[in-house]
T-cell receptor, first 111, second 112 residues
């Protein structure tokens, strides 16, 4: 158990819909990262937050957004979903030492 | 540029040693990581090495770092069928934030 909690574990939704994925980082970790893993794209970095502020942006689509709340949990919002958004979405957190721990992921299937 | 490369597949016999290789491009890396992903599961941190170290051993795992060649390897001794998974190499850099770059992953198949 990495200490990073993600919900839901599995989600099936229709095209055009919007979903929210939730992440609770390890206790004390201020940084939260979101990654997307798909068969054809591999592991793609989406976005990073540090103590509530956006720190880095990767290959995140404009239809996607994220935020980190004062209690340090984070949410990834995916809207106007397309079939190609079907993927495994990982949240990770890191402490000041920089070691990054991943959650189990949220499987999103868009039908 | 920033890039981490790995061979995509490796097949070994049970009981043999596995060596998974990785090359990276950024010499300012601070940490280098190995993650393991079993089918249907998340990424599990296996081990990591500081960039000022050459080697780290942890039970069946040995990590070797050649900074000159920017080459990282993971050796798994006495490979078992339970070691079958995808292994990701990653490097992190201290900029204004912790930036982590992952390789594409090496799929290790262990033949009984």
């Amino acid at each position: 158990d990495s200490g990073v909690t993600q919900t839901p574990k599995h989600l099936i939704t229709a095209t055009g819909q919007r979903v929210t994925l939730r992440c609770s980082p390890r206790s004390g970790d201020l940084s939260v990262y979101w990654y997307q893993q798909s068969l054809d794209q591999g592991l793609q970095f989406l976005i990073q937050y540090y103590n509530g502020e956006e720190r880095a942006k990767g290959n995140i689509l404009e239809r996607f957004s994220a935020q980190q709340f004062p209690d340090l949990h984070s949410e990834l919002n995916l809207s106007s979903l397309e079939l190609g958004d079907s993927a495994l979405y990982f949240c990770a957190s890191s402490s000041r030492t920089g070691t990054i721990y991943f959650g189990e992921g949220s499987w999103l299937t868009v039908v | 540029g920033e890039d981490v490369e790995q061979s995509l597949f490796l097949s070994v016999r049970e009981g043999d040693s596995s060596v998974i290789n990785c090359t990276y491009t950024d010499s300012s890396s601070t940490y280098l990581y190995w993650y393991k992903q079993e089918p249907g599961a998340g990424l599990q941190l296996l081990t990591y090495i500081f960039s000022n170290m050459d080697m780290k051993q942890d039970q069946r795992l040995t990590v070797l770092l050649n900074k000159k060649d920017k080459h990282l390897s993971l050796r798994i001794a006495d490979t078992q069928t339970g070691d079958s998974a995808i292994y990701f190499c990653a490097e992190s850099m201290k900029t204004s934030y912790d930036k982590v770059i992952f390789g594409p992953g090496t799929s290790l198949s262990v033949i009984p």
